[in-house]
């Protein structure tokens, strides 16, 4: 498979069921299912690994498309590295055609960073990530701010997102969607230039 064939891993990351859905720590999984219904599909699960996943092409039909999957992993986030490594090995993929959609403590709620490697800033699904495969794999860091007064960080991503942040959310989906697939079809550094905010 040439480098340009080589398909793409987008891995949105959350905890599986409805109890989760609406939390910050499911960001992941909301841009994951919009990306899915703009390449027009239904998630399935994966024999590979405990993953719900969906094949589709990003970017202008014809040269300049590229192929992608679309992985939720079915884990909870501390054990995604596992789904996430066992489809990394299923399609034959190299760490960098892994890009991780994440919520980001220490970013403003609705900014965004894309990079390349680095460390996993107390992320539980990153790290879980970083220990089946190694650090140098693609980001979109979805800012969601840092909780309020003395809350505990783990119950401030585990809470839904409050009422005016749901006023923007559906935006700043739709943004991060942007930026994955920007990422994807035209290169890390002009898709940094225009998103990280």
Known sequence: MSAENTPW????????????????????FMVADLLASRVGGKFTSHKAGRAHVLEGRFGTPGVSSQRVILAKPMSY???SGGPVKALLDFYGL???RLVAVHDELDIDYGALR????????GHNGLKSITKALGRDYH???FGVGR???????A??????FSSTERKELDYFVDRA??????????????AQSTYNS
């Open 114 to 121: 894309l990079k390349l490697g680095g460390g996993d800033n």
């Open 77 to 79: 986030m501390n054990l």
């Open 9 to 28: 891993l987008v891995a949105g990351l959350g905890n599986p069921g409805p109890g989760y859905a609406g939390n910050r720590h499911n960001v992941g």
């Open 147 to 153: 909780p309020p007064g003395r809350m505990p960080v």
């Open 94 to 96: 190299p760490l960098e």
């Open 155 to 160: 119950d401030f991503v585990l809470k839904d």
């Open 177 to 190: 969607a942007d930026a994955t697939e920007a990422l994807i079809v035209d290169g890390l550094e002009r």
């Open 139 to 141: 980001r979109v860091r």
